[in-house]
């Protein structure tokens, strides 16, 4: 099986549609829809959520290759556009604070590098596709230009949201890091128009990302 995991309805409704999934499980806040060879998992926003619905598809499926497809926020300004997609393979927290160091705490402290080499030609497409990019995951939504020059010059990743992590750290621990793929489409820039920029450009954005989704499929 092919795992997907969603935060929000809007952008799973387009994968439901394009692959004729149906809902066949609920939880409290969790749904599952699945064909024979495709099952998705709306899981919400936050890493908690993505945590547990990860460790569910593990659990409960064969899953021979794991798809985070979400909406993310550009760190790149004029160097990116919006709607432009980028696949992850490096992944920090930058929110992560502990007053300790350690290599007991690289779990939740250090980067997460996926080895996985997407040998896809995208170049035919309308908008900007870049491969081994560098994402941040936190508990905020960004939406303060500030902020967003501090991570930069900080970290100098591509692109910023608030799963990835979650989703990576559990892929590690049942040794399936290098079957996942992280699709990120740029909604905004995180800046102070952020909040209403991610809700206008979410299915300009989405629509990008599973035209790269259907490529790697």
């Known amino acids: 099986?092919?795992?997907?995991?969603?935060?929000?309805?809007?952008?799973?409704?387009?994968?439901?549609?394009?692959?004729?999934?149906?809902?066949?499980?609920?939880?409290?806040?969790?749904?599952?829809?699945?064909?024979?060879?495709?099952?998705?998992?709306?899981?919400?926003?936050?890493?908690?959520?993505?945590?547990?619905?990860?460790?569910?598809?593990?659990?409960n499926y064969d899953i021979s290759k794991l798809i985070n497809i979400w909406i993310a926020w550009s760190l790149l300004w004029e160097n990116a556009n919006i709607w432009d997609v980028f696949l992850v393979n490096k992944i920090s927290q930058h929110d992560m604070y502990l007053p300790f160091d350690g290599s007991h705490l690289d779990y939740a402290k250090k980067e997460i590098i996926i080895n996985n080499e997407i040998n896809i030609v995208f170049s035919e497409l309308e908008f900007s596709v870049t491969k081994s990019a560098y994402c941040l995951t936190g508990d905020q939504f960004i939406d303060d230009s500030k902020k967003v020059q501090e991570l930069k010059e900080k970290y100098n990743a591509d692109v910023i949201e608030m799963e990835a992590f979650a989703i990576a750290s559990v892929a590690r621990e049942f040794n399936k890091l290098d079957n996942c793929i992280f699709i990120k489409a740029i909604s905004d820039w995180a800046d102070n128009e952020a909040k209403d920029a991610h809700m206008w450009n979410l299915d300009f954005a989405m629509n990008n990302s599973i035209k790269v989704l259907e490529k790697i499929i």
């Open 1 to 59: 099986m092919i795992g997907i995991i969603t935060a929000m309805q809007e952008e799973a409704e387009h994968i439901i549609k394009l692959f004729w999934l149906k809902n066949t499980k609920k939880l409290s806040n969790l749904i599952i829809y699945e064909n024979k060879k495709i099952v998705l998992a709306l899981a919400w926003i936050w890493k908690v959520q993505a945590s547990i619905w990860t460790t569910y598809l593990f659990l």
